[in-house]
């Protein structure tokens, strides 16, 4: 099976086609360089996405926040309904772990001021 993805690692966006089989990538065209490649086989085998989102503070404050690193698709419903069961209080510095290992090693940390 041939499955054709668009690159969302840099803005040129290249359409690389990947060659599945046995739920393996094992050939990828169309990629303009190796991070396109490994994008595009992550995509086919365990895609996975930084989530950025807010938690509502006891105070009722909204705070941005985001995962570390990617999470994996597949688990993108359980991290959400940890998201939002967060209910932290203030004060909160950018950066700061409020979730440690909500998917595998990434943390959900604070990424800017509280806001009403
Ligand atoms: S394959 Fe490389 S050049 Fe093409 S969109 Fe992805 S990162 Fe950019």
Redesign the pocket.
């Known amino acids: 099976m041939i499955e054709e993805i668009t690159?969302i690692?840099?803005p040129?966006?290249?359409t690389?086609e990947v060659t599945v089989e046995g739920g393996k990538a094992v050939s990828v065209r169309g990629?303009?360089?190796n991070?396109?490649k490994a994008?595009a086989e992550s995509e086919v085998t365990c895609p996975v996405r930084v989530v950025t989102s807010t938690v509502r503070t006891e105070d009722g404050y909204m705070v941005p926040v985001k995962t570390s690193k990617p999470v994996r698709k597949a688990a993108m419903f359980e991290v959400m309904k940890k998201i939002n069961a967060v209910h932290p209080s203030l004060p909160l510095s950018e950066g700061e772990v409020l979730v440690r290992g909500i998917d595998g090693d990434a943390d959900l940390i604070v990424t800017g001021k509280a806001a009403k």
Do not use: A, D, K, S
């Open positions: 690159c690692e840099c040129i966006g290249c690389v990629n303009g360089c991070r396109g994008y």
